[in-house]
């Protein structure tokens, strides 16, 4: 009897516990935004005030305890910046959760059904605990009710009946409310809930809300910019004018932009201000970036302007960011192409005459330093936002 009671808990624990089920995710609808656009990601900040409580002192009476003593008290009104920003696509706001849907593809629309996963969850661990709490009542009390020398048969009636009710709340707690089955829904609610927050809102508010949403920017255009190139001819007309570039780019190496930048020695304030601006990623991820790089000359002439953005870290990070284009383009593609759609602000305007490149009517260089990365074009001037 014994041997068939362990056999029974170990069936029952077995087949509720190690029985794999797939996880509930419900599907998502991707928006239909236009072809061959890109996002754009304003940010800025605003100014908010807050109430904030402050002591100045105590008043105590004389000869009474300290207990008694009452506090001074006076309210500030402090202001502080928060950092807001908003995407538009050919000039019209997105919701922070189009951008979501539209660029990543783990996250789910459907929030309603992923909030009834994460409590169906919890409901369902509550019963599979009570169900293993119920096995091991049950192992305890047919132990005891078939003992040889003493056999107790409500000790027998108690075990058998504990046993079904363990059995029914590990299989209720798993197979109906899913209990095992809501972690990776729990995950994904989790991690965008600052987007969950709310979906429909046009302007995020908040350092860890704008990074989410530069973040999802950035992965949206990367992947278009990629389909975008993989739609292009891959042959063009050629002319004695055209035909050249290609061949005069440097190889690319396995190195970064920034080693490259480095090595070339005319980009040193482009690399200090990328960093001061916290905008080092460009230079040393992985993702392939194109560079119109203006020259130390370049930020010079700019004078008591670029004092001015120094002391504006947020403008500082856009206008240089209004310098950097996602993807590799060589020389060849830009001649072939008519505009650009840079990390930040509007669009690059490209023009052409023979093999000559400008940016804005003014030439870039023709040959570009290259690296594992992306590709760097030198300027002689300072691309206005």
Known sequence: MRAAIIVSLSISLSGCLFVKLPPKIPATTRPNLPPDKFIQVEEGTVVETATKRVKTGETCPKGRPRSECLEDIKFVNKAYDVAVATATIDGTPLSIGDVAVAASPEYVTDTE????????????????????????????????????????????????????????????????????????????????????????????????????????AARFNRDRNAASIARQPTSRPTSPTTSQPDSSEQPATTGTLRQAAVAAGTFSTFIKLLDEAGAAEYLDGSAPHTIFAPTDEAFAKLGPELDKL?????????????????????????????KLDPVKGSDLRLSSTGD???????????????????????IDFVIPR
């Not at 046009?202 to 999802?216: A, H, I, N, P, S």
């Not at 993807?327 to 593609?333: E, L």
């Not at 400008?358 to 690296?371: F, H, K, R, Y």
Request: charged share 20%; glycine share 14%; with cysteine.
């Open 356 to 378: 000559q490149v400008q940016i804005d009517s003014v030439a870039i260089s023709s040959t570009p330093l290259s690296a594992g990365n992306g590709v760097i074009y030198r």
């Open 113 to 216: 059904t992923l909030r009834d996963l994460a409590a169906g969850c919890r409901r369902g661990r509550i019963l599979m605990s009570a169900g293993v709490a119920g096995l091991a009542a049950a192992y305890f009390l047919l132990q005891v009710g078939y003992n040889k020398d003493d056999p107790n048969r409500s000790y027998q009636v108690g075990g058998w009946a504990a046993l079904g009710a363990g059995v029914v709340g590990l299989a209720g707690g798993k197979f109906v409310f899913g209990g095992q089955q809501c972690d990776p829904g729990t995950k994904i609610y989790r991690k965008w809930y600052p987007v969950y927050r709310d979906a429909d809102a046009t302007q995020v508010r908040g350092e860890d809300e704008v990074k989410m949403l530069r973040d999802l």
């Open 310 to 338: 120094l002391g504006k870290k947020s403008r500082l990070k856009q206008v240089l960011l209004h310098h950097i284009v996602p993807g590799r383009h060589a020389h060849g593609d830009l001649v072939a192409m008519t």
